[in-house]
């Protein structure tokens, strides 16, 4: 049975507050369209926040789709900017125990920011730490806010990279580059 959308959006809500980010996932029982699928928030402010609204698939329509869907929420007054995501098509396939493992994992992400002023950016696409940096750019978030998810994403990175076999005797270095990418080598 394919994982409905909702659930999926309340994972990245849950990974968004693992990365340090107020997240704020939509409840259905509130009825749909009343709120964005996640609300972000800034640190010490409940009245400003950055929409996010995501859809399964990167067809034309859903693209279209999630963009008009981003774009009604910048009339409101305490919507600093919005942002689009599209998941990969594959996971709405899997189980939902894996869908945290999948979006952390995953660098199949497309998004696309607009900002209050009306400015409209590229589809990109990435993974998780993109779209927490890309975030943070939009809902304005502080260093100490951008450090403390990438100490996070450093953790998860490392626990992964922790589970590979060695190859043929050989071991791994883990390093970070300057822009904050996970890079691994064979030595």
Not at 100 to 126: A, C, H, P, T, V
């Amino acid at each position: 049975m394919p994982i409905r959308e909702d659930a999926i959006n309340g994972v990245l809500g849950d990974v968004y507050k693992q990365f340090g980010v107020r997240a704020e996932p939509e409840e259905t029982h509130r009825g749909v369209g009343k709120r964005p699928d996640v609300r972000l928030y800034r640190k010490y402010n409940d009245n400003d926040y950055v929409a996010v609204e995501c859809k399964i698939g990167f067809g034309k329509t859903q693209k279209r789709g999630v963009l008009g869907n981003a774009e009604r929420w910048l009339d409101r007054d305490d919507c600093l900017g919005a942002i689009a995501i599209c998941y990969p098509p594959e996971i709405g396939e899997g189980k939902q125990e894996q869908l945290r493992e999948f979006l952390i994992n995953s660098q199949e992400l497309e998004m696309l920011g607009i900002r209050k002023r009306g400015e409209i950016e590229r589809w990109r696409k990435g993974g998780i730490t993109d779209l927490i940096r890309f975030s943070q750019e939009i809902l304005g978030g502080g260093a100490e806010t951008q450090e403390r998810s990438l100490q996070y994403l450093r953790e998860v990175s490392w626990m992964q990279v922790q589970k590979l076999p060695p190859k043929g005797g050989k071991r791994l270095q883990v390093f970070w580059s300057y822009r904050g990418s996970l890079k691994i080598a064979v030595v």
